[in-house]
């Protein structure tokens, strides 16, 4: 069975500043990874996706993340943060698309 | 291009009762995925439906059960009401194609289950 471990549930950061969402994963093969954005009291919006093919996945608002299978991370990463980036973000693992793992969440608020 | 709409928004129920929830998908997706997403949790996936059967279940009680139309939709139905049903279920749509990078799935707004 697959999971993921989303470290930290809380993550502050200053406008401008770098953000670094982690996120690993545990799967017997290599799966297709995901990171989903959630604003309050909405439902979940895709960011980016791994799907076995560039290892370094470029999402919507500037996120970007890099699947590395030997560390079997998925980081989800930002140049520069702004306001509207708080939010919580998941991470979710699946392998077949019929049934996805979706992490605990990480709230990452901005401080201006 | 509508994207998944749920309904009810918000629900308020009491113990030992029976609650449906909603769902219409994407246009053009076939496959619907229940998710329950308690306070401070990620989601938890319940089932999937495709060509109006199950395909996939999570670690969820038989109270919880489900439907799909022909017209893709689906419905979440969950008996015996707990308190610790209490949550927002999320639905998500997708096509019924598997293991191919165009199967993303799109969430709808959630509704909110109160079990007082």
């Known amino acids: 069975a697959q999971s993921v471990t989303q470290l930290g549930s809380h993550v502050s950061v200053s406008e401008g500043a770098l953000v670094l969402l982690r996120c690993n994963y545990s799967?017997?093969?290599?799966?297709?990874l995901f990171w989903y954005v959630q604003y309050p009291n909405q439902g979940l919006q895709l960011l980016l996706k791994?799907?076995?093919?560039?290892?370094l996945v470029k999402g919507i608002n500037g996120f970007e993340a890099e699947f590395k299978k030997s560390e079997t991370s998925f980081h989800l990463t930002k140049p520069s943060a702004h306001m509207s980036d708080a939010a919580e973000y998941f991470c979710?693992?699946?392998?077949?698309?019929?049934?996805?793992?979706f992490g605990s969440g990480t709230k990452l608020n901005v401080k201006p | 291009d509508a994207g998944v709409t749920q309904s009810p928004t918000h629900l308020i129920k009491t113990r030992g009762q029976q609650v449906t929830l909603r769902c219409s998908p994407k246009?053009?997706?076939?496959?619907v995925s229940w998710y329950q997403q308690a306070l401070g949790q990620g989601p938890q996936f319940i089932f999937q439906?495709?060509?109006?059967?199950?395909?996939q279940r999570g670690n969820f009680p038989d109270r919880f059960s489900g439907h799909q139309f022909p017209n893709y939709s689906s419905e979440l139905n969950v008996n015996a009401l707990l308190l610790g049903d209490s949550a927002l279920y999320l639905c998500?749509?997708?096509?019924?194609?598997?293991?191919?990078?165009?199967?993303?799935?799109?969430f709808g707004p959630g509704t909110r289950l109160t079990v007082l």
């Open positions: 998500a749509s997708s096509s019924g194609r598997l293991g191919t990078s165009t199967d993303t799935q799109y």
């Open positions: 799967s017997s093969v290599p799966p297709y």
């Open positions: 791994y799907t076995s093919a560039a290892t």
């Open positions: 979710a693992v699946t392998l077949l698309f019929n049934k996805f793992y």
């Open positions: 246009s053009g997706h076939d496959t």
């Open positions: 439906y495709y060509e109006e059967e199950e395909r």
